[in-house]
């Protein structure tokens, strides 16, 4: 099945200590997005990338970085965690006209100790 | 700064019910709407969307309702089941764009 697959799906790092969480996806779309959701709040876009083309967020800390080798994979780094980077990360992808869905992986709990 | 608000945490309905879920928005630019339902463990998936130039979009057992002028839009899950059980994001975009805000989530829970 054409899917969105994020790994790992808990990850637990180290205050200050650099952490790497991934997605990949197989329904070949050009738009990939990155999301953070925090406890009962309503998920914040980070960033995206239309193909290689990178599109931050106004607002999003610049602790977060991200890297699209390819059109399947994408990669959130997050440089330097701290306690209020815990969260669910959640990894979308869709095709580039507006009305189209947006597919969500599973997302990735990280704990930040 | 929300600009999309779900205002109800939690709702519970009967099964075989009418579940209404409402969500409110700010931004007056916004042109298309999303519900999206999110199961436990899982990522949210699309459940039905409406454009501004329309006032209702009907799905099998899901309707959306647009009120532009209120800026209020609301779910409708006719009738209940106990599998709607989820929690429901409303999410709003500019321009047809890809760039979502999304709401807090309602958490539904249809009873047997």
């Known amino acids: 099945d054409a899917m969105v697959i994020q790994n790992p799906r808990y990850q637990v790092t180290q205050f200050g200590k650099p952490v790497t969480l991934s997605c990949s996806q197989t329904?070949?779309?050009?738009?990939m997005y990155w999301y953070q959701q925090k406890s009962s709040q309503a998920p914040k876009l980070l960033f995206h990338?239309?193909?290689?083309?990178?599109?931050n967020e106004a607002d999003t800390p610049d602790n977060f970085q991200s890297r699209r080798p390819n059109t399947s994979f994408c990669f959130l780094d997050i440089r330097s965690p701290g306690l209020g980077d815990a969260a669910m990360y959640l990894c979308?992808?869709?095709?580039?006209?507006?009305?189209?869905?947006?597919?969500f992986g599973p997302g990735t709990r990280l704990t930040v100790l | 700064d929300q600009q999309v608000k779900q205002n109800s945490p939690s709702l519970s309905v009967q099964e075989g019910r009418i579940s209404i879920l409402n969500c409110d928005y700010t931004?007056?630019?916004?042109?298309?709407f999303l519900w999206y339902k999110k199961y436990p463990a899982e990522g949210p998936t699309f459940l039905i969307s409406?454009?501004?130039?329309?006032d209702k979009n009907e799905d099998g057992r899901f309707t959306v309702f647009l009120n532009k002028s209120a800026k209020h839009l609301s779910l409708h899950i006719v009738p209940s089941q106990p599998g709607d059980s989820a929690v429901y994001f409303c999410?709003?975009?500019?321009?047809?764009?890809?760039?979502?805000?999304f709401g807090p989530g309602t958490r539904l829970s249809v009873l047997p």
């Open positions: 979308a992808t869709s095709r580039p006209t507006g009305t189209d869905t947006q597919y």
């Open positions: 999410a709003a975009s500019v321009n047809y764009g890809q760039n979502f805000v």
């Open positions: 329904l070949n779309h050009n738009v």
């Open positions: 931004n007056s630019m916004f042109d298309y």
């Open positions: 990338y239309y193909d290689k083309d990178f599109n």
């Open positions: 409406i454009s501004s130039i329309k």
